[in-house]
T-cell receptor, first 113, second 112 residues
């Protein structure tokens, strides 16, 4: 399950299950959104992006959903694998801000074998 | 094609010393972005540079921090008179245009 406290929210799933990681963004002027995966000691790694004129985009085993009405973004990972264990961040790019990304706090995904 | 390179990967400084962090963008990328990450937090934007120009420094602290991206060589993030609160991971990203690009592996700065 998911818990929120002083530390990073954590999502623990069984290998093979689907994972859903949620993110609320702050500004209705944001027009581009990215999900990143960050493993311990490494830089953020691009997973998938979506522009504000779309509400869904699919990649390999990942799907991003965008709900502009409630300013909510989600990342779905199908058939979660141990290698998916990492911290996941959503980031928003406000229109005209030229690459100045605003990152969320992150969710730690833990996959149990 | 090498990715974004950062060095050093780990840097230890005593309070009051200077820290210099280097970022070599991907080949052909002329846009560089610097971000700072405190433990268990997301990345915070610091500065966006193109070759020889600072485009957006809205995230840079007003004192002690400076950044440059010269015509030749890597981009440098310089922190003068470091304090314990500067301890963090510093990441850069590069791009051929003004959209976000790939990140480097980061420099972990520890101030004693």
């Amino acid at each position: 399950g998911e818990s929120v406290g002083l530390h990073l929210p954590t999502l623990s799933v069984q290998e093979g299950d689907n994972s859903i990681i949620n993110c609320a963004y702050s500004n209705s002027a944001s027009d581009y959104f990215i999900w990143y995966k960050q493993e311990s000691g490494k830089g953020p790694q691009f997973i998938i992006d979506i522009r504000s004129n779309m509400d869904k985009r699919q990649g390999q085993r990942v799907t991003v959903l965008l709900n502009k009405t409630v300013k909510h973004l989600s990342l779905q990972i199908a058939a979660t694998q141990p290698g998916d264990s990492a911290v996941y961040f959503c980031a928003e790019n406000r229109k005209g801000s030229q690459g100045n990304l605003i990152f969320g706090k992150g969710t730690k995904l833990s996959v149990k074998p | 094609n090498a990715g974004v390179m950062q060095n050093p990967r780990h840097l230890v400084r005593r309070r009051g010393q200077e820290a210099r962090l280097r970022c070599s963008p991907m080949k052909g990328h002329s846009h560089v972005y610097w971000y700072r990450q405190l433990p268990e937090e997301g990345l915070k934007f610091m500065v966006y540079l193109q070759k020889e120009n600072i485009i957006d420094e809205s995230g840079m602290p007003k004192e002690r921090f400076s950044a440059e991206f010269p015509k030749e060589g890597p981009s440098i993030l310089r922190i003068q008179q470091v304090v314990r609160g500067d301890s963090a991971a510093y990441f850069c990203a590069s791009s051929p245009v003004h959209d976000p690009g790939p990140f480097g592996p980061g420099t972990r700065l520890t101030v004693l």
